[in-house]
């Protein structure tokens, strides 16, 4: 049984528009998912977060679910468009109250708040102004940085800048299949620069108004190898580890961007003034890493921009969304990324899984695929731990199944169970588990865990 340092961060995540709702309350302006939620085709099933886990109104409740689950750590991501309605200017004091009064809350049950200050919910404003490709978006992300830190930064020592860059860059802007849905690789690039920058003018503005203040950021690595040996594969794998991985840390951890990158997108690259460069590498206390899958690559000449596709291995075990469960890719990620950038520390600021839950029986959610899923990942996090790497901390993606971006409410990566009708939070086993492996700091085997009885 593989343990964990005593000071590990154990927790688990959420993001603001996955389950907050409440979009038109108390002042919060559009964000850009309020509207591409009205595209028509956009989410499955035409939901939207309007919703979602009503959050907003029930967050004394969930509180008591991380009690529950006796974490102490709980990363949330506050909604830009609730501080500033209109991405710039006017504060909307009643927005900043309802985070105000969650880390207040959060700190009396002991459990220490992981701030994150954008999870994809731009201000609709904003993307009518250009939005992440238009430079000016860096400065107005660290205006509100900056405004949430002074509110904030007296009682929330962690902070995340921003998750998954490569995310709000690729999906929403080259394959448009997120927010805003657009679909240009040149804005793509440019939103990945205005992200990278604003990240670093975060960072500084954090610095500046938050004493001992640990900043990171939330970085999706998705290790991708080769689906064959032939050369081409391996050019593709590496390619698409240049698309996804290298152009985000590369300039995080003080390079130019990637050299074989730069040449395969050539003149979509946005010029940019090399300073740039200083600024968005400014120096982190810890690399946040989200981690869900494995891809194996193929070089396929039809493809007209990257030149790959990803191809499943037969007999690949698969997750509900199709992503591959290959526990020993997570310790490869976390070693490569000590090894080639050698962050100051690092913490797995989401893993987890979805799974087609069955209906809940008796108040409970039998997953057993999700417990044994957690175990496998925590024990491949335990031997980082062994094997004297840096981790400081895990958290769990989700604590309740919430909106799944385009997949709307079709896919549940929970620890409870949302009973969307009537909002009721019902524990499944996996929560269970994790309080064990949580109150042990062990990963237990899931044969030798049993859930306990009802
Ligand atoms: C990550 C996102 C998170 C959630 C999980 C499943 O990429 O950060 O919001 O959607 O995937």
């Known amino acids: 049984m593989a343990s964990f340092p005593s000071h590990f961060a154990w927790g688990v995540a959420t993001a603001s528009y996955q389950i907050e709702g409440a979009v038109n309350e108390d002042g919060r302006g ?10 028509p085709g956009a989410i499955a099933n035409g939901a939207t977060g309007d919703i979602a886990c009503d959050h907003y109104h029930r967050w004394r409740d969930d509180l008591r679910l991380l009690s529950e689950l006796g974490v102490n750590a709980y990363r949330f991501s506050v909604a830009w468009p609730r501080i500033l309605p209109e991405g710039t200017g006017t504060v909307n004091s009643a927005g900043l109250d309802f985070y105000d009064r969650l880390v207040d809350a959060l700190l009396e049950a002991d459990i220490t708040p992981w701030v994150t200050l954008y999870h994809w919910d731009l201000p609709q404003a904003l993307e009518d102004r250009g939005g992440w490709p238009n430079r000016a978006t860096a400065e107005a992300f660290a205006a509100y940085a900056d405004l949430v830190a002074r509110r904030l930064g007296d009682r929330v020592r962690h902070w995340i800048t921003l998750n998954e860059p490569s995310c709000s860059s690729l999906l929403g802007y080259f394959w448009g299949i997120h ?15 205005t992200l990278l920058l604003g990240h670093g003018l975060a960072v500084a503005a954090l610095r500046a108004s938050v004493s001992a203040a640990q900043i990171g950021i939330a970085q999706l690595v998705i290790p991708a190898y080769p689906a064959s040996d032939r050369s081409a594969d391996l050019a593709a794998a590496h390619r698409f580890d240049g698309v996804h991985n290298r152009w985000f840390l590369d300039p995080i951890f003080g390079r130019d961007y990637p050299g074989d990158m730069r040449a395969w997108y050539r003149h979509d690259v946005p010029l940019v003034p090399p300073s740039d460069f200083d600024r968005i590498a400014a120096p982190l206390d810890f690399l946040g890493v989200n981690h869900y899958f494995p891809v194996y690559v193929a070089d396929d000449p039809t493809e007209p ?11 690949a075990e698969l997750t509900a969304l199709g992503w591959i469960v290959q526990p020993a890719a997570f310790f490869d990620v976390l070693l490569r990324l000590q090894r080639e950038y050698a962050p100051a520390a690092l913490v797995v600021t989401e893993n987890g899984a979805a799974y087609a839950d069955p209906p809940p029986q008796a108040g409970r959610v039998s997953d057993p695929a999700r417990v044994r899923y957690l175990a496998q990942y925590l024990a491949e996090a335990a031997r980082a731990v062994a094997t004297g790497l840096p981790l400081r901390g895990y958290f769990v993606w989700t604590l309740m199944d919430n909106f799944e971006w385009n997949l709307g409410y079709s896919k549940r990566f929970g620890l409870y169970y949302t009973d969307y009708p009537t909002q009721a939070r019902i524990p499944k086993d996996s929560s269970f588990y994790y309080q064990a492996v949580v109150r042990t700091g062990r990963v237990l085997s899931p044969e030798e865990w049993q859930p306990p009885r009802g």
Do not use: K, N, T, Y
């Open 30 to 39: 559009e964000s850009i998912w309020d509207r591409f939620c009205r595209v």
């Open 179 to 193: 927010a805003p849905g657009r679909r240009s690789l040149r804005d793509a690039l440019r939103a990945a620069h």
């Open 305 to 315: 921009l990257l030149r790959l596709r990803q191809v499943v291995p037969p007999g």
